[in-house]
Nanobody
Framework: QVQLVESGGGLVQAGGSLRLSCEASGSIFSRNAMAWYRQAPGKQRELVASITTTGITNYPDSVKGRFTISRDNAENTVYLQMNSLKPEDTARYSC????????WGVGTQVTVSS
């Protein structure tokens, strides 16, 4: 059973940056496309970045040019570099497979003040 542990969230002013990390237990990590998701209170979970096993990335327009996803298969870790943060980026961020889902971790809270 793969476990996901997210870290790196915090409180930041608008325009600031954060780097999130998601460490996955188990060797199956490298065989899966991975993604970062976020969920704000009262809203549905949304996909904010994805990366295939070969490193192809994709982003929705809302974060394109500001967020960068990367992965280190040797460390079973996926990262999300977030720049030029906006108050609307405030949410709990979690990582998981792009297709299907491992058991969700607790996520990491990102709060962007205006």
């Amino acid at each position: 059973q793969v476990q996901l542990v997210e870290s790196g969230g915090g409180l930041v002013q608008a325009g600031g940056s954060l780097r999130l990390s998601c460490e996955a237990s188990g060797s199956i990590f490298s065989r899966n496309a991975m993604a970062w998701y976020r969920q704000a209170p009262g809203k549905q979970r949304e996909l904010v970045a994805s990366i295939t096993t070969t490193g192809i990335t994709n982003y929705p327009d809302s974060v394109k040019g500001r967020f960068t996803i990367s992965r280190d298969n040797a460390e079973n870790t996926v990262y999300l570099q977030m720049n030029s943060l906006k108050p609307e980026d405030t949410a709990r961020y979690s990582c998981n497979k792009l297709f299907g889902a491992f058991t969700w971790g607790v996520g990491t809270q990102v709060t962007v003040s205006s």
